[in-house]
């Protein structure tokens, strides 16, 4: 676990399903875990440090090791109402819609394209934003970019559905850029996204 940003924790941890590292963020004051995997340093790291309440996904396919962290502190667990036919009643997902703020101090904004489900989450208190498979990138010194073609629909069309959600998020200027898939970005988020525009 590594504090990126004050009350801003990442970790990655190996993915079984598809064998990549991913990554997972916990913002402390807000209590909320995004996108969770275990950490290396299991879930009795929060047990020293603030129990998380929420779980928060940024599309349906990140729900990862969210039962663990239900049954270990009774956090609740959202993601956007398009993606909650994913989950079964006794999962007890709870639905969010474009623009909610589902758990104090955290905002959702649209991305959609590569999925209805698919968010970005806001926390003004740390100028930063998550995402989920919209934006990528693979290796720590790579640009933003897209996932595979393979994994769209319609590739160019999405690829401009993501380009038009994320210009919508630069009067946000945020510092900080919590990816799933990959390292985060720390400092200088708002230029990485305007570069991620103009390629």
């Known amino acids: 676990m590594q504090e990126i940003a004050p009350g801003v924790f990442h970790w990655n941890a190996l993915h ?17 875990v995004l996108d969770p995997m275990l950490p ?11 129990p998380p309440a929420a779980v928060v996904l940024t599309n349906r396919h ?21 993606g909650l036919h994913e ?16 758990v104090a101090g955290i905002e959702v904004k649209h991305v959609g394209s590569i999925c209805p489900d698919e968010v970005a989450i806001y926390v003004p208190r740390a100028k930063a934003i998550a995402f989920a498979d919209g934006v990528v990138r693979w290796r720590r010194d ?3 970019g897209f996932v595979p073609d393979s994994l769209f629909d319609d590739a ?30 720390v400092g200088g988020g708002t230029a990485a996204l305007q570069a991620f525009l103009a390629r």
């Open 16 to 32: 079984p399903n598809i064998k990549m590292r991913v990554s997972s963020y916990f913002l402390a004051d807000e209590g909320v």
């Open 40 to 50: 290396p340093e299991g879930l009795e790291w929060f047990e020293e440090h603030a």
């Open 62 to 82: 990140h729900h990862r090791r969210s039962a663990d962290f239900v049954e270990e502190f009774g956090c609740a667990v959202f993601c956007h109402s398009a």
């Open 87 to 102: 989950f079964t009643e006794e999962q007890h997902v709870q639905g969010f819609e474009d623009g909610d703020e589902p």
């Open 142 to 144: 790579d640009p933003l």
């Open 156 to 185: 160019e069309h999405d690829k401009a559905g993501i380009r038009d959600s994320v210009r919508a998020l630069l009067p946000l200027e945020p510092d900080h850029l919590l990816l799933a898939h990959g390292e985060p970005i």
